[in-house]
């Protein structure tokens, strides 16, 4: 099925740091990760990013598929779950959801929009909130739907006081995990920043920890 951009069989234009899925392994369950720059990776290499990490996680019975993509807003991190629908076949829906002022224009081509666009001069922090809601409820119908497990959790900033009663980390951003302090396991306190190669993105120290706090949290439930 294709209505204008929207499949449910085929991903946006883009690179995405994964294997290739044509033709699609036989066995395993398959995991799809979704957000943006930061769950993709920008700035680090290929097996420092937090989703490297956890893809290490029951490979016997799991396959991962980073299907995250710089800029992407959380219009478009459904646009990209519903083409995977008939292409990977997720069973487990991992995102990491992206701030909520982004958006998805799609015009004459997809534009990924963010908070300093002329085009969202006009919109709120309640109509951010809604928008986010409205694509919450589109995902976890398309987990219904399917019969997915959903896990969520946030890049920059953390909503989840708006999503209770959902499988969601607490608590801790990858933003927010780094520098820590845990009088167990440190003489001195971390206080040194952790950026990628590119000096925006969070470093190396921030997706290690920040995966392990993940699979601490919901590592039970990723089998």
């Known amino acids: 099925?294709?209505?204008?951009?929207?499949?449910?069989r085929g991903l946006p234009e883009g690179d995405y740091r994964c294997p290739s899925w044509d033709p699609m392994p036989d066995g395993k369950k398959n995991v799809v990760v979704l957000g943006c720059s930061h769950t993709y990776g920008v700035g680090l290499n290929d097996n420092d990013h937090w989703v490297a990490h956890l893809s290490k996680h029951n490979t016997d019975r799991l396959r991962y598929w980073?299907?995250?993509?710089p800029g992407a807003s959380t219009d478009k991190i459904i646009?990209?779950?519903?083409?995977?629908?008939?292409?990977i076949d997720p069973k487990i829906i991992v995102v990491c959801w992206p701030l909520w002022s982004r958006r998805e224009r799609l015009d004459s081509y997809p534009d990924s929009l963010t908070?300093?666009?002329e085009f969202l001069k006009t919109e709120t922090t309640n109509t951010d909130k809604n928008n986010f809601l409205k694509n919450v409820f589109f995902l976890e119908k398309f987990a219904e739907k399917n019969r997915c497990q959903t896990f969520h959790c946030f890049?920059?900033?953390?909503?989840?006081?708006?999503?209770?009663?959902?499988?969601v980390l607490t608590d801790y951003t990858i933003r927010n995990c780094w520098p820590y302090w845990d009088k167990f396991e440190q003489r001195v306190p971390y206080n040194e920043p952790s950026l990628a190669s590119d000096g925006e993105h969070f470093g190396v120290e921030h997706h290690k920890?920040?995966?392990?706090?993940f699979l601490k949290h919901w590592g039970?439930?990723?089998k």
């Open 209 to 213: 920890r920040f995966a392990e706090l």
């Open 155 to 167: 890049a920059d900033e953390s909503y989840e006081e708006h999503i209770k009663g959902l499988n």
């Open 1 to 8: 099925m294709k209505f204008g951009y929207y499949t449910d």
């Open 220 to 222: 039970h439930r990723l």
């Open 115 to 117: 908070s300093d666009n």
């Open 79 to 87: 646009r990209i779950l519903y083409g995977s629908e008939k292409l």
């Open 66 to 69: 980073n299907l995250a993509q």
